[in-house]
């Protein structure tokens, strides 16, 4: 919840009106810089297609954005394009400054680029959120992150205006790494929640009576319970929207194909994410995934017979 009156004001932070660069200014960077702006803090945004956001002074480039800044908080796609930027902007950032990406990256490109920074004399700290285009909005964040201490306690105050809570989870990409642990989990869950419904649907059991079941029994999960893929049943969720997202299909197929990939890079055996990876991948690039919620899993699976 969003805290209101009894959010921290700037200057009981002892940070007012910090300078910060916001590079990435799309769905989920608009809102976030947005609500930094509306704290009081002096926002300087760069994007490659977006022209404004709200309180925020846009830039001609990503250097300009940067430059002079206390912190720069990065929101980009993908691990490439985070290089990419960090490479661009590092050498001109202030000495002692910091770098707080809040994409969700690789493991490896979090790492490389907290070294990089390293070099610099910057502060890095990976900061990937859950919470979606709705939690950006509302300020109602989860953060996960990586990188030193200090790099947290000078995050801490940003987290606390874009968000609801931050984990401080460890080095320089324990952030990233929660972060696809937790969505491999959700991917290889939501599958399992919508099969075990459109089993139940072909065994003639009532689908309000199955969540009736399971969301008080050991098949329980946050799927089943607070995002029920069903539509009509339990609490409100994007089933009952025509499966509108929420959470974008493409986007589990984004965080199960870095989940893979880490799984890859260390050796670790991950046989129900690689199946969750190959449904949604099916699901989206074939199917007609793309553009749906991630729980609408359940109209593909019931459609389907045993193979
Ligand atoms: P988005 O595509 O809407 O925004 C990304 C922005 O980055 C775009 O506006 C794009 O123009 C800009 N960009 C690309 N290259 C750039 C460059 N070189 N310099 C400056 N700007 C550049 O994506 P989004 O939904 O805002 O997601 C951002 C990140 O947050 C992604 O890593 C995503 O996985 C993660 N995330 C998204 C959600 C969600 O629900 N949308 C939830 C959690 C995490």
């Not at 590092?90 to 770098?99: D, Y």
């Not at 509108?244 to 989940?259: H, I, R, V």
């Not at 609408?296 to 699976?301: K, N, S, T």
């Amino acid at each position: 919840m969003p805290l209101g009156k009894n959010a921290l004001k700037l200057e009981e932070t002892g940070m007012a009106h910090t300078k910060i660069g916001f590079i990435g200014l799309g769905n989920m960077g608009a809102p976030m810089a947005a609500n930094l702006a509306k704290a009081g803090h002096s926002i300087t945004g760069f994007d490659m297609t977006v022209q404004a956001a709200d309180g925020v002074t846009m830039a001609a480039s990503a250097q300009e954005a940067a430059r002079d800044a206390d912190i720069v908080v990065t929101m980009l796609p993908n691990g490439d394009i985070l290089r990419a930027v960090a490479a661009d902007i590092m050498p001109i950032m202030t000495s002692g400054a910091l770098f707080l990406d809040c994409s969700t990256v690789d493991v490896d490109s979090a790492r490389t680029v907290a070294d990089l920074a390293m070099i610099h004399g910057v502060a890095s700290v990976d900061a990937p959120v859950s919470g979606g285009v709705g939690g950006a909005a509302a300020g109602t964040l989860t953060f996960m992150a990586g990188g030193p201490e200090d790099g947290f306690a000078k995050a801490q105050p940003l987290f606390d205006i874009m968000g609801q809570k931050a984990v401080h989870c460890g080095a320089a990409g324990a952030g990233q790494a929660a972060k696809i642990c937790n969505n491999m989990i959700l991917g290889a869950t939501m599958i399992a929640t919508c099969e075990a419904f459109a089993l139940a649907d072909k065994l003639g059991l009532d689908r309000a009576r199955m969540y009736d079941v399971v969301s008080t029994s050991s098949g329980s999960s946050w799927s089943m319970n607070a995002y029920c893929p069903a539509p009509g049943v339990g609490p409100s969720s994007p089933a009952d929207n025509d499966y509108q997202p929420g959470f974008a299909a493409e986007l589990m197929l984004k965080d199960l194909g870095l989940s893979q990939q880490a799984a890859q890079a260390v050796d670790a055996d991950t046989p129900m994410g690689a199946r969750a990876l190959e449904l949604y991948k099916q699901f989206v690039e074939n199917e007609d995934g793309r553009g749906k919620d991630f729980s609408a899993m359940l109209p593909r699976l019931s459609e389907r017979g045993h193979s």
